[in-house]
Antibody, heavy 114, light 112 residues
Framework: EVQLVESGGGLVQPGRSLKLSCLAS????????MNWIRQAPGKGLEWVAS????????YYADTVKGRFTISRDNAKNTLYLQMTSLRSEDTALYYC???????WGQGTLVTVSS | DVVMTQTPPSLSVAIGQSVSISCKSS???????????LHWLLQSPGQSPKLLIY???NLGSGVPDRFSGTGSQKDFTLKISRVEAEDLGVYYC?????????FGGGTKLELK
């Protein structure tokens, strides 16, 4: 069974950093591109970043470019999102999703507030 | 960026009724490989999104055939035949042809 389990969310002050993780199981992680998608409270879905299976290709939304870094460790079956210079508008539930959107985690909540 | 215009923003339907949701993109979603990366998701209340339809018209795993997707280029439709109570939630279209990937604004399906 495919599982994606996000962690690392929490309450953080504006300007600070946070690193999210997504532990994958039930499939060959190194064969799939992965994505981070977020949802602000009461709002729709927003794509954040994507990384190819071997990390050769990485893409970011303009809203996070230069502040967020997506990465992966295929030996650990784990996807990461390093978030720096956090803003209140980054407050959201952050999901990891496998390429093709067929599998999503349950999300981890990031709240940016003083 | 590709703008995804999804309509209507909300629907109130009776059990057994059929409904359609439209999704129009600001540019063609045909990728260089000839495929169209337009997908439909359902987010049930309190849940993570679930893939319903991928690449315009292909049913996701375990998705009942009451759901169907049609369309091409810039104009796409999700149809739900014989709505059931479990179908309530917010439906999103998403294009994964052009970076940045973009979502429609969502259609909230409510039961009468």
């Amino acid at each position: 069974e495919v599982q994606l389990v996000e962690s690392g969310g929490g309450l953080v002050q504006p300007g600070r950093s946070l690193k999210l993780s997504c532990l994958a199981s039930g499939f060959t992680f190194s064969n799939y591109g992965m994505n981070w998608i977020r949802q602000a409270p009461g709002k729709g879905l927003e794509w954040v970043a994507s990384i190819s299976s071997s990390s050769s290709y990485i893409y970011y939304a303009d809203t996070v470019k230069g502040r967020f870094t997506i990465s992966r460790d295929n030996a650990k079956n784990t996807l990461y999102l390093q978030m720096t210079s956090l803003r209140s508008e980054d407050t959201a539930l952050y999901y990891c999703a496998r390429r093709g959107f067929a599998y999503w985690g349950q999300g981890t909540l990031v709240t940016v507030s003083s | 960026d590709v703008v995804m215009t999804q309509t209507p923003p909300s629907l109130s339907v009776a059990i057994g009724q059929s409904v359609s949701i439209s999704c129009k993109s600001s540019q063609s979603l045909v990728y260089s490989d000839g495929k169209t990366y337009l997908h439909w998701l359902l987010q049930s209340p309190g849940q993570s999104p679930k893939l319903l339809i991928y690449q315009v018209s292909n049913l996701g795993s375990g998705v009942p055939d009451r759901f169907s997707g049609t369309g091409s280029q810039k104009d796409f439709t999700l149809k739900i035949s014989r709505v059931e109570a479990e179908d309530l939630g917010v439906y999103y279209c998403v294009q994964a042809t052009h970076f940045p990937w973009t979502f429609g604004g969502g259609t909230k399906l409510e039961l009468k």
